[in-house]
């Protein structure tokens, strides 16, 4: 498995460029716990990969931490429009951790391909206004269909050995605190 850059994590999310989907590996493992990116003006949601077993636990949980309403459909389709329609409109941009990303998806191989090509279909469709169907704003308005709005998804574990015991096909990361501490909060 090759490693990408250690540096530069934050500048990669507030980016609307790819990879949307990637793999974080936390250094040292007592650090998992104190992970908390820092991001103002973005939406940042933390789920835990244990609670995503299966495809159909993994939309409750995405209902439960987006707030979506009842008639949510509960399959990749719903999901999907969910995340780049009218409904979700970031702010500044999106960033979506799983911890325990062993467990995510961990009943079927199939669903866990589908979940990595979902999430990076919804990053390339917020960095690509043209991929986008008419999204309105929270007060109704329209956006700017121009706008251009980082959308990333990462799977968060303290292993090296995760992805390859895995279906994986997005970059692998590793994030040393020593290596990106900010001056004064102590979050990334």
Known sequence: MKVGDRVGTLARWRSPAPPWVEWLIVRPPDELPHFKPHLPDFVVKVFDGSRCGSSNDLF???AREFSFPSY?????????????????VPTDGCLILFEKAKLLLSSSEREFLIFQSAMRNCGEAWATPDLRSQVLDDDGSPVDPQRIIPFHVVLVSSEHTDPPSRNWIHPVFEWNPEEIRPESSGAV
Do not use: H, K, P, S
């Open 60 to 62: 409750r949980e995405f």
């Open 72 to 88: 949510f459909g509960e399959n990749w389709d719903a999901l999907d429009d969910f995340l780049t329609d009218d409904y979700f």
